[in-house]
């Protein structure tokens, strides 16, 4: 199951993340998948399935300067083996424009929701 989350699940212990694909999007920003893992020099701090998260984002600015200090939105992620099945599904995602934008919806959904809960 492909999960929806935060800026950091990992922490600490990320590796630099490797970008996989990445698409201009229609009008301005680009959508992106990640696959980020523990550092091999780290002790081992999670079970084996979550050793890798392969994160799809997608940058709205179309400035370069506007970019600097965001982060764009994660719009899904996956925690496991990155030749599972779902790994697939954050493809067909990320080169679909329609489920992009419903992504990018529930994102704004979750993120509205939180400001007015604390």
Excluded: C, K
């Excluded at 300067?65 to 099945?85: K, L, Y």
């Excluded at 934008?101 to 704004?108: E, G, M």
């Amino acid at each position: 199951m492909i999960e929806e989350t935060s800026m950091d699940a990992l922490g600490e212990n990320a590796r630099s993340p490797m970008r996989v694909y990445r698409r201009e999007l229609p009008g301005a920003g680009y959508v992106a998948i990640d696959v980020m893992g523990e550092s091999d020099d780290e002790p081992r701090t999670r079970p084996e399935a979550e050793l890798r998260r392969i994160r799809v984002s997608v940058e709205r600015r179309a400035s370069e300067e506007r970019r600097t200090g965001h982060a764009p939105p994660i719009v899904a992620e996956f925690a496991g083996d990155d030749r599972a099945p779902e790994v697939s599904e954050l493809y067909r995602m990320a080169s679909d424009n329609a489920a992009l934008a419903r992504a990018l919806l529930q994102w704004q959904g979750r993120r509205q929701r939180r400001v007015t809960a604390g």
